[in-house]
């Protein structure tokens, strides 16, 4: 219980922190169209990553403790090694759908976009997906 409690403080404290840094991003930089588009691009890759990391983490860490616990160093390496090859291709498959479905999504989240702002804001997705595939690796 104490551990939950800790992990569960230390979240809100990074959230805290994060929300005081795009505050303090937001008094020096002000709501420029580059910043909007950033934001915008960000938003859906970043939180689609966060989302299906804490759910890879809440599902792989019984089994990694487990696997510690009664398996040999080298199917401990074997489970690991599968983990981050499914990890892999998860991520890689959502990548590829996000930008299949760019346009709708891009259309959803920004629909009062000019079309030059909409440019630069899909030029940045498209440059931040390979960090969807990144986030995933760092999870595991």
Known sequence: MSATVLVAFLTVGVKVISLGREMLVASHLGTTDAKDAFVTAWLIPGFLAWLIGSGIVGALLPVF???????????????????????????????????????????????????EKLALTHELYLILLPAVVLTGLVTV
């Open 65 to 115: 403790v487990e696997a510690r616990a009664k398996k040999s160093n080298a199917e401990m390496r074997d489970i690991f090694g599968e983990a981050m090859a499914i990890t892999i291709v998860l991520y890689v498959v959502i990548s590829l759908l996000l930008i299949e479905m760019s346009p709708v999504i891009l259309g959803v989240i920004a629909p009062g976009y000019s079309a």
